[in-house]
């Protein structure tokens, strides 16, 4: 499986400001949807919650230090996610391992699964990305990422923006999978694939 990261960034990795994106780039929003349709996302909590909703054909992998806090706050995400009282329950009638993972596979059905950690993270990816999962976002969740990154999908914005929100140094990253400039309407743009 290839952990990729995708983001928007500015000439100094400026990605963000106020828990907002610097620029709406429709290009480059069709290329994220694109991309990483029918594939995992990995989120950080704002960022989710600057999107303000699933991400449809994705399954949406959210991570947050207050799991319980999350899904209080979000319990419409979670009308049908999966609890052992919706699976049946073993031979020798206990909440075993097996109902515990029937609970996590309704959960993920739902479209959203919330970790604590990037390590549960990475382990819940494998169990539903065989190909290609992707780091969406924000500025915390791309740096604790990065190192275990086989490729990085960039947006390069022209310009001067302020932020306070930025993307980590990707200097290691120096393979040139392709490159392609656009002008759009508003913006110069590059859009860059990367490896190690």
């Avoid at 706050?73 to 049946?88: A, I, V």
């Avoid at 932020?163 to 393979?175: E, G, I, L, N, V």
Wanted: net charge positive; charged share 30%.
């Amino acid at each position: 499986m290839t952990i990729s990261i995708i983001a928007a960034i500015g000439p100094n990795r400026e990605l963000g400001k106020n828990n907002k994106l610097l620029w709406n780039i429709p290009e480059d929003l069709k290329r994220f949807k694109k991309i990483t349709s029918g594939h995992a996302v990995i989120m950080g909590q704002r960022t989710f919650e600057s999107i303000g909703k699933l991400l449809p054909n994705r399954t949406n992998i959210v991570l947050t230090y207050d799991v319980k806090e999350f899904k209080k706050r979000n319990k419409h995400l979670f009308r049908h996610s999966g609890t052992k009282r919706d699976c049946p329950e073993s031979d020798s009638g206990s909440f075993d391992k097996a109902q515990d993972e029937c609970a996590q596979l309704l959960t993920r059905m739902t479209g959203v699964v919330v970790v604590p950690s990037i390590d549960e993270a990475i382990q819940e990816v494998k169990r539903v990305e065989k190909d290609e999962v992707f780091v969406i976002g924000g500025g915390m969740i791309y740096k604790q990422f990065l190192p275990f990154t086989d490729k990085l999908y960039l947006t390069l914005v022209e310009g001067t923006y302020e932020a306070d929100t930025f993307f980590p140094d990707y200097s290691s990253f120096s393979k040139v999978v392709s490159r392609e400039k656009l002008d759009t309407e508003k913006y110069k743009i590059t859009f860059l694939v990367l490896e190690k």
